[in-house]
């Protein structure tokens, strides 16, 4: 095992390269390429850097020169050889040869298309622009490089046996967490924190933690060279970018209401079993159900992304009943900010009633809380969305307003195609 306080003290004077692989990625990211290269190859996208922590103003923290030399590494990445045996002939969600030859001769000669970086107002602008299967192999890595990156200059000047100590308390407040979640064995959970972790090596640990401490009730995770190395399951299926772009390439009202439908219409015709996940909340959670095709309600379950998850869920288990499926056989995966307490409660809420399982994010892979002098370390809330397509402008509007995004005239016009009313706010932890 890898001591980590010596390797992030030797960040002083020998700079690790932060992003080791183009694997080093979530594995739902693979897979929606995969779809996009096959169904929408030549649509230009834009995707742009957010912090919606504004108080942490990360060009203040984060050395520019630091960070560039971080972006130019990865464009020097390819697949290894490993790798791409790795993605051609394992079995994923008991699928062999899930990556069609066409694809992985493409993404084996893939190179990362340049990025633009300025600082304005303590934030750095950071977008990506090109065709959509190169530039939407950014969003990952460069959210991981400036979680990383912020860590080192918030750790830079704490002395070798303080960082033993912080690491320490780290690992311990894990186990912790690991230890009263291994008291309910009906428990499913996965590693979903890439792309807001500490680092990479805390990751790891955190992933072999959850194999060891958790045994059968820990079923993968995220990440897919973490996956390939540890030999455990790779763990994802599909974003809220993929309605996103969709959307905006729709001409007219009628044809932005179908978007979110045609995305899955695509994917169905590519994937089966478990990855055949619906993540409604898009454009808000009960009019996509409402509106839904009933061959949806034939796939495997839904993952709730934002809002009251148990209302989240509660509203699936309506809408299954109201299609003639029976929820006990559904799977509802939760994955928006969740912790212990959460997870505890959602499961014992739901047992019986579906199948529930967890996608534990940054809470898992950069829980730092109260353990550096100011709250240093807390987590916060960054993200890389596509932002726009072939010029049109996206838009999200999520089941919690405090994660919309978009213009203001078209997040309008989208409340109003989509027919969605009041929502509640909630605060977004990360």
């Not at 805390?202 to 933690?209: F, I, K, L, T």
């Not at 829980?367 to 240093?376: C, S």
């Amino acid at each position: 095992m890898v001591d980590i306080a010596t390797r992030v003290y030797n960040h002083k004077w020998k700079v690790d390269q932060i992003v080791r692989s183009l694997l080093d990625t979530d594995f739902y990211k693979l897979l929606m390429c995969q779809s996009v290269f096959r169904n929408k190859p030549d649509t230009i996208v834009r995707f742009s850097l957010i912090n919606r922590t504004k108080s942490i103003r990360l060009a203040d923290l984060v050395d520019e020169g630091e960070l560039r030399e971080q972006l130019d590494h990865i464009r020097t990445l390819r697949l290894s050889r490993g790798e791409s045996t790795f993605l051609r002939g394992n079995t994923f969600y008991g699928k062999r040869q899930m990556f069609r030859p066409d694809f992985m001769e493409w993404f084996e000669q893939l190179r990362l298309p340049p990025y633009h970086l300025e600082k304005r107002d303590g934030q750095y602008e950071l977008t990506f622009e090109g065709s959509w299967p190169e530039v939407m192999m950014w969003e990952i890595p460069a959210l991981a490089v400036l979680m990383e990156l912020r860590g080192r200059a918030v750790l830079k000047d704490m002395g070798r046996f303080e960082l033993e100590v912080l690491y320490a308390r780290a690992m311990t407040k894990l186990w912790e967490k690991v230890e009263r979640l291994r008291e309910d064995p009906a428990l499913r959970i996965a590693d979903f924190g890439t792309r807001r972790r500490h680092s990479f090596l805390w990751q790891d640990w955190c992933v072999q933690a959850m194999m060891e401490g958790l045994g059968q009730s820990f079923v993968g995770t995220s990440n897919c060279l973490i996956a390939m190395r540890r030999e455990v399951e790779a763990i994802g299926t599909n974003a809220h970018e993929l309605p996103m772009v969709y959307s905006a390439l729709a001409d007219g009202d009628a044809e932005l209401l179908q978007a979110p439908y045609r995305v899955l219409a695509d994917w169905h015709e590519e994937h089966d079993g478990n990855l055949r996940m619906i993540l409604p909340d898009t454009y808000g959670t009960e009019g996509f159900l409402a509106g839904a095709p009933d061959w949806l309600a034939g796939w495997t379950g839904i993952r709730i992304d934002s809002g009251d998850p148990a209302t989240g869920a509660e509203t699936a288990i309506r809408w299954w009943k109201s299609r003639g499926e029976d929820p006990r056989q559904k799977l509802v995966i939760f994955s928006d900010g969740l912790d212990v307490d959460k997870m505890l409660e959602l499961q014992n809420r739901f047992r019986g009633r579906v199948k529930v399982s967890f996608g534990w994010g940054t809470l898992l892979t950069n829980d730092f809380r109260g353990l550096v002098p100011g709250n240093a370390l807390d987590p916060f809330s960054l993200v890389c969305k596509a932002v726009s397509a072939d010029g049109r402008p996206t838009v999200k509007l999520s089941d919690n307003p405090n994660k919309a995004m978009g213009p203001d005239d078209e997040v309008a016009r989208y409340k109003r195609v989509f027919d969605v009313g009041p929502q509640l706010s909630m605060d977004v932890v990360v």
